[in-house]
Structure formats: structure tokens, C-alpha cells
């Protein structure tokens, strides 16, 4: 395959994200989340074909910043390369197993990190999508919901209170 090079109008340096079909957008999205998280921009361009390795360092080699990403559609593989790498190294690869929302994620941040040369995330970093920990927020609320239910005399207590203040109100605007 001929190495191919791509640029855009205005030369922005980004982050290039090459994709072959059928890639999932909410793949796509978990990987530009990453990016984002972190401030690097980015963008994504559908080629023909090529394996992830092949896409992901023609995308290193296309960037000013040199990191590329590549996600093979119908294998379900994301690959981090950089340019500096030979092709068949590439510094991180996601497999059909590991194409996940997180994991993505992670890649696109460390994809990010690369550039900024901050320390790369790890398996072991506690790291979520935007969903996964807005619904972990959820769950904990609806747990200390039910955990933490009034007793029948506090219920009566804070009602007796209530009743209280209304009636302080209203004497105090002369209704009573």
C-alpha cells in the first residue's frame, strides 16, 4: 500500500483519526471523549481500506503532532501509533475483545497525553466514559435514597415543623 498523506485546509494541528467501514460512531465518539478530555483536537476521515496498523501510522505520519489513530471497522481494532514508530509497533492496539467505551476512551486521552508528553493511563487507571459515570452517579443517588428513609418519628417530626412554620407565617401576616 502507498503511503498516503492527509491535510486539511487550514493545517490546524490535530490529531488524525483514520476509520475504515463499518466503524461504530459511539466507538469513534469514546476516542474523540479522550482527545477532548484532555484538549487536543481532532479529526476523522473514513479511508478504503488498510489494517489498523497501516491507518494509524499513515495517520501519525499525516499529523503535525505526530500521533495517529487508526480504527479497522470490521474487526473491531484501534490502534495509538506515533510517528516515530516503525508500523508493525504501534504503542497501543485494541482488539474486537477490548473495543469497549472505556478503553477507547483511554486511548484517545493517551493519544492526547502523547502529545502533550504527560503520563500515558493504564488498565489499572480508574477511567470511564461520560455515560458510565453519569450513570454511576444515578445508582449511588437512588441507593442513598433508599438508604437513607426517614423513620415514621422523624416523618412526624419534620411534618409537626412544617405545620409549625405555616402557622408562624401566617400569624405573622395576620391571617390567623
Avoid at 50 to 66: M, V, W
Avoid at 67 to 86: F, K, S, W, Y
Avoid at 95 to 107: D, I, T, V, Y
Avoid at 146 to 151: A, V
Wanted: negative net charge; charged residues 30%.
Amino acid at each position: 500500500m502507498a503511503k498516503e498523506r492527509f491535510s486539511e485546509d487550514d493545517d490546524r494541528p490535530v490529531v488524525w483519526i483514520l476509520v475504515t467501514k463499518p466503524a461504530s460512531e459511539e466507538a469513534i465518539e469514546c476516542i474523540l471523549w479522550g482527545l477532548e478530555e484532555e484538549g487536543i483536537p481532532a479529526k476523522v476521515r473514513e479511508v478504503q481500506y488498510g489494517s489498523a496498523e497501516t491507518i494509524a501510522k499513515q495517520a501519525a505520519d499525516s499529523s503535525h503532532l505526530n500521533v495517529g489513530i487508526g480504527v479497522d471497522g470490521n474487526g473491531q481494532v484501534a490502534v495509538l501509533h506515533h510517528r516515530d514508530l516503525p508500523e508493525e509497533k504501534p504503542l497501543f492496539s485494541l482488539g474486537a475483545n477490548e473495543f469497549q467505551s472505556a478503553q477507547l476512551r483511554r486511548l484517545g486521552a493517551n493519544a492526547a497525553r502523547l502529545v502533550k508528553g504527560n503520563p500515558l493511563l493504564f488498565q489499572d487507571d480508574d477511567v470511564h466514559c461520560v455515560e458510565t459515570e453519569r450513570e454511576d452517579r444515578l445508582q449511588e443517588d437512588q441507593v442513598e435514597k433508599i438508604s437513607t428513609r426517614p423513620t415514621q418519628e422523624q416523618l412526624e417530626e419534620l411534618i409537626s415543623k412544617i405545620v409549625t412554620d405555616i402557622q408562624n407565617n401566617m400569624r405573622n401576616r395576620g391571617s390567623l
